[in-house]
């Protein structure tokens, strides 16, 4: 246990809470490594690692052991029945999330659950029912758009806020990974939309938009989008199978503000391995971000003179950033998995407070209205205009 | 005269070529200069500086004195008849280029136009449809999109045609500036639809999709776009006056080759002064471009082994590089006028060898006609999709 | 406990290794959280953190509580007792290392210490003897310069073992900080020679040396160095105290390859948070390295065709880089904290092994013996000539 | 003839001021595309291209033809008796420089000479007193220390001289080619010491000085440095031939006002093609500057809270930065050369109101003597410590 303060309830009062976590593939392993470091670093109220939960028993127990966990379990349902179990942090498969959310809440425990928040509308719009009544009898949620986390995004959304930018005109997200590229690579259920729900656009399409709506505190009016599969089929066990989900997503949005936005989303732009670039445009200053310079922020000011003027780079580094004075001297970066530490401390401090942790499941729905009326659209097909360019006849060349 | 050899015709045989050129603002001191210094970097027939033609006699004097031009002269028709003229160069504002151009033909000249190649679609056509009928009579013509002549896009155009980058699956393109930033800069005629023809779309939309179909060397075959106007009124002589053309601009493009392209464009992304990028995504490579750094090419090979991939700086600037060895030793860059002075000379050597140079009046032609499809996308509105976010109440914030 | 598994020997063999750590400031939270982590991703022998031992009682818990140690004490000689303490890692000041080092190898203990080895040369060199004659005995010993465990030098390393880079020619060093560049901030005792050793040599040069050595695999043969202290005074308690120790250094060293590597240091640099940068030459093949970017490598491969040389940014985060398999997907970017999870699972992958760890305090006396003939050089002064320029008359300046 | 106007003397009063140029290799091709451009961007007192005098008569005609000279010369003296040319502008070899500049100052004629001054000192001291001399009697002089003309580096000299680095305290200069990388390319006379003077010192490091003295503003009083020849034998007509020059230097140098730069140069940095880079750090900001990327300057404004401080990268290319009003609209990026066109342009501005220009031979002098000094301290080698470091037992490695 990371945080024997905790059992004593010295910084805190109260007893620990119990943390019981579903799942622990990728997700798991990065939820297990906030929940392990979070009290080294951040006062946060006393809590207990206590049971991971999974459906293999030997492969969970072997991973509870790994990662922390002082117990494992199999069976979810049992465990919500637990009264030493105060919080759910669901890492489960996206399918599984409503059925889990909604009976963890009503059990009475608070739950965070990963992005995307469900597979499908319907189930979002449970979800967020199941959270907005939970909340009333003090039942507190959360969905996990780690990248809200990151202090150099926190410190953007601080500076917008502040007015450092003036009136955003324009921003540019794109989400570029690469993962996809080779044509060859097998099929697997995450391109399957009976499975994933959906592709590049759920997945990171979904981290892309929630980020325009943080930093600029705007909702979604309008939509315009396209999606395509450039491989639209791949091997499988028993031969070709069919890619029914898409491997890059294009989008404009308008937001209540005024703001555009484009959004831009693959897997297959070779060389980009994790890349979500934001870029905002106000009329008195920019912002640029890129995900695989996690601990930087590009600003420039357009109120200093234009002699001087020109995009910096702050290494979001220093104690006086958001998160930073938990960790190291200047210029010792942190890393990606930081985001859920910083995640996990505030779902714990607003449960602590008695507080509505943000972004909440209305949240998380909001983007997957996004999403599915990106889908409505690049479906529709209307605007899209046919050219029948005459042939050009060849000329001598560059 | 800067290529007194030509006098003797010593390096190339025939009498120099007599140059006229129309226009002396922006692009003409920029034309001038590539005419002044072409022939002190590279072998190209023979030819005079001629005649400049302005609209006020006194100022086209002083501009032809200053720029290297041995006559000034007010009406370019009564130049078009001159014997010792062989090639005009038109660096008028749109609006002149057809009547100009379609004449110049007529009367034999090689023609060399700015672009946009017109501001209406009926006019380009009917360009399009003289320069083809022209060059049945061995008279030659090009459009100046200046940035086909960048070494570094000319080197990624030779990647790409190698094979280098494999398939090409997605192209990024944006090219952002920020001149309109501020809502109180006044009303000018690049501003209003009937002098312009458009706005950023027309203007710098034009070079990022000539660069995706001269990179790829392919055609666009559907469009969708979206156009978008942030400052709609501007102060004028006698109060404020209505912006009748674009800001920014977004749009999709598919080729025939199968590759989606996005492009982007504004002026209104405070801090980007001049950057046209690209971003061009293959299933061996890619290559990343910012005209703000002009001698340079981001190259990624991804069939080197995986541990050692990246995007490499390749700084455009050595011998075996596009137009580079007529410059100075490695290392030493050069500037964005000299996309100009390569262009002098591809039309030079194209005319003297009897070829037709490229863009032709039909590429350009075929760049227009993209553009009228993003219009007409952007006007419809079809694909639209409206959202009514339910109001998400508030939480903690991050 | 954060290995379970630890605790019944199913990993690896024999009864878990305790663990005791002696401090808790920087270093030893670093370390604190490389010990609590490295079992949640390495395959490492089982061991136990154990006692965390500090000065104050009150504090010491405390820190013990936070980090994750079982027990707190505050008498280190009465740990280095105890049977079931097998590993001693040392984070106390310098001026300790000697004392603690010796008497826990000569009580059997295997010793992580962290640089610089000691204070003085000849603390440095008696622990080195103590580590060569314990080793003898199975009692294995190392010096913590995490700066090894960077994947990307680490990686740089085998680039340059495989001859990716041919004959290295020259190496440029440089770590440069800005904590002192406010001439106002006060006395510590960091910056009086009897308490610190010396200035940013000790410090920081040591690590920029190490990682000389380290990547060429060289000794060092010949030393040449400048130190320097700009801001000379600074307040004190009780009124202004003199800065004993450098602010800043310079040097070159020549290593028994012939590669000559330059060597500069600052506290002053403004704006350079933590940046230990390298540039490393060669007659194949160049490396580029920048602390405050601990993702990347830069890595220009002179034997590809000039026409598509250039330097690239691998993003250290693929499987196959060194250390990487056991993090998160490509592109998801670790922190600096994780040098010392890597450096712990090396020490105790070692140890488990039987074989001698690296590096050893041989080679943190190596370093050190380079730190004082760079400060004899520059006691020296021998070489340095002085001008006496002649006024030069005003001009009219640029 | 670029500049009709000055035939008649329109814009400045006068008859036009004649040039003769002596040489007409890579800095003549250079001198002369300034010339020719020059009064096409900015407005200069009327001047005339005269002529171009090289030794053999054939090639120096055909240059005078491609690079804008009316005519061309191979007796150097019998021009410096002409009455029609008022200016000789020097690129030839440096052991010429003395000879020519001497006796073209007693003709009457005003001098700008490429750097190097000379290649000696004595060559350099009597160049010095000439031009001391000449001055009394209105001939002005100029060495072509043509970075100073970059705008982004006259810019930073402004930042320092406007005080918004505050105190200075340390600059990190280096100079960084790879032409020599290749061991079998072949001897030439640069690498000879009769021939050439020096190696990487003279011609690279001469540069990095001068910048520290611009930029600072101030004078060198000590000095201490190392040289070395990496390929110490290179193939020759007859076979191996000794180099004699330096590949690498690297100094320290001390300021009457107290800064300290280091200097390092190399012709071996493989992929660093003309790296320029300077750093400036003092105690309110710091710049950073490479002349690969020409038209930038980083720099960090230490007096904004520190919460958003960070290097930015300025676009020089604004028409309120240094010269830059004369081009093109921002973003438009201008190349190597036009360090020239400003040089000339400031040595005739100054010529024409009658005052002396900077640098000055005395200027041109001072660097002289640091390069001296610098090598008589390499040669001295009295500050080297030798080391006979004990073999360290190999260990596990990392």
């Known amino acids: 246990m990371n945080s024997p303060d905790s059992k004593n309830g010295t910084t805190r009062d109260g007893p620990p809470l119990g943390v019981a976590m579903i799942g622990y593939a990728f997700m798991g392993k990065a939820h297990s490594n ?3 470091n979070v009290a080294a670093f951040f006062d946060v109220p006393a809590f207990e690692q206590k049971v991971l939960v999974g459906r293999d028993a030997g492969q969970v127990a072997a991973a509870a052991s790994k990662y922390g966990w002082t117990e494992s379990a199999t069976d979810w349902r049992s465990v919500l029945e637990r009264d030493d179990i105060h919080i759910v942090d669901i890492c489960a498969p996206g399918w599984m999330h409503a059925e889990i959310a909604i009976a963890a809440l009503e059990a009475g425990k608070h739950v965070l659950v990963e992005k ?3 597979n499908t509308l319907a189930e979002a719009e449970a979800m967020a029912d199941a959270a907005r009544s939970a909340r009333e009898r003090g039942v507190q ?4 758009f780690n990248y809200r986390r990151v202090p150099a995004l926190a410190l953007a959304r601080e500076f917008i806020a502040e007015g450092r930018l ?3 005109r324009h921003v540019r997200a794109a989400y570029l990974q690469d993962w996809l590229v080779d044509a060859d690579s097998p099929m697997t ?21 929630d980020q325009v709506m943080f930093l600029l505190g705007g909702s979604v009016t309008e939509v315009s989008g396209r999606l395509h599969t450039f491989v639209s089929s791949r091997p499988g066990a028993e031969g070709p199978e069919e890619v029914t989900v898409d491997d890059a997503a294009w989008a404009t949005l308008t937001l209540d503000t005024g703001t555009i936005a484009s959004v831009e989303v693959s897997r297959m732009a070779t060389g980009q ?8 445009y106000g009329d008195k200053g920019s912002l640029l971000f890129d995900l695989e310079t996690i601990n930087e922020l590009g600003f420039l000011d357009a109120t200093v003179p234009i002699r001087e003027q020109g995009f910096r780079r702050i290494l979001v580094n220093e104690p006086e950033h958001p998160y930073m004075d938990a960790w190291w001297p ?3 970066v942190i890393g990606w998995e930081h985001t859920f530490t910083h995640e996990i401390r505030d779902f714990l401090t607003a449960i602590h407070g008695g507080a509505a942790p943000s972004p909440s499941f209305e949240e998380g729905l909001a983007v997957q209205r996004v999403l599915a009326a990106i889908e409505e659209s690049a479906n529709a ?3 899209i205009i046919q050219l029948t360019t005459a042939a050009v006849p060849a000329t001598e060349g560059a």
């Open 116 to 118: 995307p928040l469900a």
């Open 381 to 383: 097909k209307s605007s």
């Open 330 to 332: 200047q210029g010792h």
């Open 189 to 209: 259920w995450r391109l399957n939309k009976e499975t994933a729900g959906s592709g590049a656009l759920g997945d990171i399409a979904s981290h892309a938009i």
């Open 273 to 280: 391995k994790n890349s979500l670039k934001l870029e905002i």
């Open 34 to 36: 906030a929940w392990r």
């Open 166 to 168: 003036g009136t955003v």
């Open 141 to 144: 949620s959360m969905i996990g």
